[in-house]
């Protein structure tokens, strides 16, 4: 079983930044790839961004395309989530999800395993 932690959310001004971290632990750790996703209250999840792990290809959603940029460490299992130039349409609760398998890195359903989210508030 793998286990996922977020860290790194809090409230920042707009225009500011965070820098959000996932750790993984447990069985040993060899996703395929692994992605952010927030959710807003009232909304869906939707996906923010995310990578292929062995490669570091990345993808984000055009809503975050050039401000959002994420990255990982292999040797510390953790991948990150730098977020640059927020605003309060930012403002979710984010999370990180892993995958074993190949597939549709932006589809929720396709992520086998979820950490419990981290609250990201932007103000105005």
């Known amino acids: 079983q793998v286990q996922l932690v977020e860290s790194g959310g809090g409230l920042v001004q707009a225009g500011g930044s965070l820098r959000l971290s996932c750790t993984a632990s447990?069985?040993?750790?060899?996703?395929?790839?692994m992605g952010w996703f927030r959710q807003a209250p009232g909304k869906e999840r939707e996906f923010v961004g995310g990578l292929i792990w062995s490669e570091a290809l990345t993808y984000y959603a055009d809503g975050v395309r050039g401000r959002f940029t994420t990255s990982r460490d292999t040797a510390k299992n953790t991948m990150y989530l730098h977020m640059n130039n927020l605003n309060p349409e930012d403002s979710a609760v984010y999370y990180c999800?892993?995958?074993?398998?190949?597939?549709?890195?932006?589809?929720?359903?396709?992520?086998?395993?979820w950490g419990q989210g981290t609250q990201v508030t932007v103000s105005s």
């Open positions: 999800a892993a995958s074993i398998n190949k597939g549709p890195v932006t589809h929720s359903e396709y992520y086998d395993y």
């Open positions: 447990g069985r040993t750790f060899r996703p395929y790839s």
